[in-house]
């Protein structure tokens, strides 16, 4: 079959694996891109910790924190110049607080009519690229972080079991210290608890293959291959990553340590991370 060169410059985006690697592995695999990147993954090629794709389009991320909501958008354009627009910037932080205020979608008519009246005047496609909230609850709390003129945009929520203590201006830092880290080290999952079941299958499968040519017996290998997966989640669940504060503990661990001095327990609960551009499949 025919291999489209735009498919082979796409999964060398994805993986930063040579040309003719992608194009042998998406030959491989008939044409679909996700086996061939697994294929890479299992030759040691593409780096199985990552998935997040390039920028491809300019733009802006907005976030916004309400008494019970927290929202993150992104509205993107064609130029770096129109990114720093006022009026795209106005724009953009309206459309965050309707999101954040009414829990409203990327697609909805309400916001995507204002987007359309501000092309008309700026002469510039652009479009609500996406949006998302979470709700905050009782002793929940919220921290925003937006990196590089509205490059990256990090939510992150907070969680404690006495109320009070999110007040602390220890645990206040060291939420806000979570939201620097997310913006750095882009973690795929909260938790081991948060990985899909199919994504363990498949890390599984790709160190399963990668031990194959070790010659070691079928017990050492299976240890070998339990050790990879534990050392793969530690690098991408971000509660068990070192703390870009102090790579000496995790996040959790630090969690637990501010927590503690506060006079109770601190849990981060969910975030949220927006780049611009960013390839979502």
Known sequence: MEIRAEDVKALRDRTGAGMMDC??????????????EKILKELGLAAAAKRTGRATNEGRIFT????????????????????????????????????AGKGLSADSPALTARVTDLITTIKENMSLRRA???????????????HGEGRIGVLVKAGADKPEILTNPAVKAFIFDCALHVAAFNPQFLSEKEVPAEYLKEQQE??????????????????????????HLAEVCLMDQPFVKDD?????QAAKDAGKAAGGTVSILKYLYF?????LR
């Not at 008494?67 to 509205?75: D, P, Q, S, W």
């Not at 000496?248 to 959790?252: F, R, W």
């Open 132 to 146: 998302d909230s979470f709700p905050l609850g009782p002793g929940e709390t919220a921290v925003e972080y937006i």
């Open 23 to 36: 194009k042998k592995a998406l030959t491989e695999a008939g044409g679909d891109p996700k086996k061939a």
């Open 206 to 231: 790709i160190f399963a293959k990668q031990a194959e040519n070790l010659g070691k017996p079928q017990n050492v290998l299976q240890g070998i291959v339990a050790g990879k997966v534990k050392k």
């Open 275 to 279: 780049r611009v551009g960013e390839d």
């Open 64 to 99: 916004k924190i309400t008494g019970n909501r927290a929202a993150i958008l992104e509205l993107s354009c064609e130029t770096d110049f129109v990114a720093r627009n006022e009026d795209f910037v106005a724009l953009g932080r309206e459309l965050v607080a309707e999101v």
């Open 248 to 252: 000496k503990k995790t996040v959790a």
